[in-house]
């Protein structure tokens, strides 16, 4: 069974910043891309930011530079680092991972999110 378990969700004022940390665990082979995905209320599902295995980075346009993704593959890790927090950045925060399990199935994992609420 794999896992994937998010934390450092919180409430912070505008202009704070926030880090994001999720661990996989379990029968783990392999980690190919993960990812950060958040969904406001009322809103899709949307990309927030992916990292391939070799750090290869992709984050939203409309980010504008605030967030940095990034991976410790020893600790089968994916952070987030949220900087200049806006209210429209309050969302359930969840991380994606594709895994490559001891039993040789590949399938995306989900974790169950985690809340992050920008007010003052």
């Known amino acids: 069974q794999v896992q994937l378990v998010e934390s450092g969700g919180g409430l912070v004022q505008p202009g704070g910043s926030l880090r994001l940390s999720c661990t996989a665990s379990?029968?783990?082979?392999?980690?190919?891309?993960m990812g950060w995905y958040r969904q406001a209320p009322g809103k899709q599902r949307e990309l927030v930011a992916t990292i391939t295995s070799d750090g290869i980075t992709n984050h939203a346009d409309s980010l504008e530079g605030r967030f940095t993704i990034s991976r410790d593959n020893a600790k089968n890790t994916v952070y987030l680092q949220m900087n200049i927090l806006k209210p429209e950045d309050t969302a359930v925060y969840y991380c994606?991972?594709?895994?490559?399990?001891?039993?040789?199935?590949?399938?995306?994992?989900w974790g169950q999110g985690t809340q992050v609420t920008v007010s003052s």
């Open positions: 994606k991972a594709l895994i490559t399990t001891g039993w040789g199935t590949r399938l995306q994992y």
């Open positions: 379990g029968s783990i082979f392999s980690i190919n891309t």
